[in-house]
């Protein structure tokens, strides 16, 4: 596979397509026939248009399945916990800002064709391109380290739920050789990797319903009222030692990756789609990522802040275990059944988010090399972010609360991508007839510009000031870990 912007972007679309293990190859007359039914869709009435997308949709559901991780499931927690409902609108907040974000690149790379670093590169810059890149990159390894350390914390808890002692250290060492295993099988055997996603999300969302049931058992108790006012922005006082602007800044960072971005146009490239495929992009995005995100991110908060609310007498929040948050789970499913099953939909959303990281290395390595997919040198890349299995060794105590500062590093990164996305939504010679024009074209570009500019005072902010924090909290666990 070329590196370039140029070649046949059929072809591209076909290498990617088996990369990202959506399909068999690409039917050219089963995309001609949907775009032609697209296309036709354009005048229908929206009920009639959006119950099509609906059947068409993927990509944006790839993106949630994702995003919805350790860093989503933990800031959700910490949040419920702290500050109640109060925080609600963090998610939907952050992955609005996304949709945004993500809708305009869906409209570049389906509106030419082209792979989006060789764009980026040619059209927006060679040095935007390769921090994007590099960004992706670094971020699918940084953030390998609280994946490990979530999965390896979940599956020392189960060991001891069935009457054995295992390590979280041991552990992670036990998810790596999986995670590995199954990383090397993207590719090759894709029934195997099929019926492996199919798992993990099956057991991803079986988490999600067990918050669900959680807050319909304790609705009595639920004070409908100030779940609706947690949906409008406010920054509570700061409880357990954490400030609420840490936990909206993970929200943030959590809900976007810059890795993610990276992935999220070569899905769509690989699906086949092309210009007919705009509409629907944008709405799968809002239809597949938003909502099933926000509801699964309010469930936990909800279900969390009915059962386990901060008590001062527990001490810091950061020192608070899975464990600890499985009790929530455990006041519906009961103890034990409660925590098996947080325990093992933590190393779901840990193994999916790993695997994930892994093919995103793989690509940046194959794009910032030219190597071929498949190769030597792109499963090489893809092993890179195993480094992160040193994880519960960094963390010690603070396993769990590791994944909040890790977001909002990897959170510092994002704004790399948006404006090198903001540079190619601008550029006459990329878009061509297809840039946003007029008034509307402005404010979208205005629009673009603010969020990115918004992210980088947000995360800079908070890596600065509540950096120092982070690293004494790492030195202080770890020193008693040994």
């Known amino acids: 596979m070329s590196a370039s912007a140029g070649g046949d972007p059929i072809g591209d679309r076909a290498d990617l397509r088996a990369s990202l293990r959506v399909g068999g190859p690409l039917d050219a007359a089963k995309l001609a026939e949907e775009e032609r039914a697209l296309t036709a869709l354009e005048s229908a009435p929206a009920p009639q248009r959006w119950l099509a997308f609906l059947r068409r949709g993927g990509p944006g559901y790839l993106q949630s399945a994702m995003t919805l991780g350790g860093g989503t499931a933990v800031s959700a927690i910490f949040a419920g916990r702290l500050f109640g409902y109060q925080l609600l609108w963090v998610a939907p907040c952050a992955m609005l800002l996304g949709v945004l974000m993500l809708g305009a690149l869906s409209h570049q790379t389906l509106s030419t064709g082209l792979r989006p670093?060789?764009?980026?590169?040619?059209?927006?810059?060679?040095?935007?391109?390769?921090?994007?890149?590099?960004?992706?990159?670094?971020?699918?390894?940084?953030?390998?380290?609280?994946?490990?350390?979530?999965?390896?914390?979940?599956?020392?808890?189960?060991?001891?739920?069935?009457?054995?002692?295992?390590?979280?250290?041991?552990?992670?060492?036990?998810?790596?050789?999986?995670?590995?295993?199954?990383?090397?099988?993207?590719?090759?055997?894709?029934?195997?990797?099929?019926?492996?996603?199919?798992?993990?999300?099956l057991l991803v969302w079986c988490v999600v319903g067990a918050f669900g049931l959680v807050v319909l058992a304790s609705a009595q108790r639920?004070?409908?009222?100030?779940?609706?006012?947690?949906?409008?922005?406010?920054?509570?006082?700061?409880?357990?030692?954490?400030?609420?602007?840490?936990?909206?800044?993970?929200?943030?960072?959590?809900?976007?990756?810059?890795?993610?971005?990276?992935?999220?146009?070569?899905?769509?490239?690989?699906?086949?789609?092309?210009?007919?495929?705009?509409?629907?992009?944008?709405?799968?995005?809002?239809?597949?990522?938003?909502?099933?995100?926000?509801?699964?991110?309010?469930?936990v908060v909800i279900a969390t802040a009915n059962t386990i609310p901060w008590d001062p007498a527990s001490g810091e929040a950061a020192r608070l275990q899975a464990v600890d948050a499985a009790r929530s789970i455990g006041s519906v499913l009961g103890e034990t059944r409660g925590r098996l099953v947080f325990d093992l939909g933590l190393v779901a959303m840990a193994l999916s988010t790993i695997t994930l990281h892994m093919v995103c290395a793989g690509f940046v390595v194959m794009e910032l090399t030219g190597a071929a997919f498949g190769s030597k040198r792109w499963r090489l890349g893809m092993l890179l972010p195993a480094v992160g299995v040193l994880g519960p060794m960094v963390g010690g105590e603070l396993l769990f609360w590791l994944a909040i500062p890790t977001s909002i590093v990897c959170g510092l990164l994002l704004p790399l991508a948006y404006i090198g996305i903001v540079r190619l939504a601008a550029s006459e010679g990329y878009l061509g007839e297809d840039r946003p024009r007029g008034a509307a074209g402005k404010l979208l570009l205005a629009a673009m510009a603010a969020v990115t500019l918004f992210l980088a005072v947000v995360f800079t902010r908070d890596v600065a000031v509540e950096g120092p924090k982070y690293l004494q909290k790492l030195r202080e666990s770890a020193a008693q870990g040994r």
Do not use: C
């Open 117 to 201: 670093f060789a764009a980026m590169r040619r059209f927006a810059g060679a040095p935007l391109a390769y921090g994007w890149a590099f960004g992706a990159l670094l971020a699918s390894i940084i953030w390998h380290f609280p994946q490990y350390s979530l999965a390896g914390g979940a599956l020392s808890d189960v060991a001891a739920v069935l009457g054995a002692d295992v390590s979280a250290q041991a552990a992670a060492i036990g998810v790596l050789v999986v995670a590995v295993s199954l990383s090397l099988l993207y590719g090759r055997s894709e029934r195997a990797v099929l019926w492996y996603e199919r798992g993990i999300k």
């Open 222 to 299: 639920t004070d409908w009222g100030a779940v609706l006012r947690g949906f409008i922005p406010s920054l509570p006082d700061a409880r357990g030692g954490t400030a609420s602007a840490t936990l909206i800044t993970a929200g943030l960072a959590s809900a976007v990756g810059i890795n993610m971005v990276f992935l999220y146009p070569y899905s769509l490239l690989a699906r086949g789609w092309g210009r007919a495929h705009r509409r629907l992009a944008r709405f799968d995005l809002f239809a597949g990522m938003l909502v099933p995100y926000t509801l699964a991110t309010s469930l």
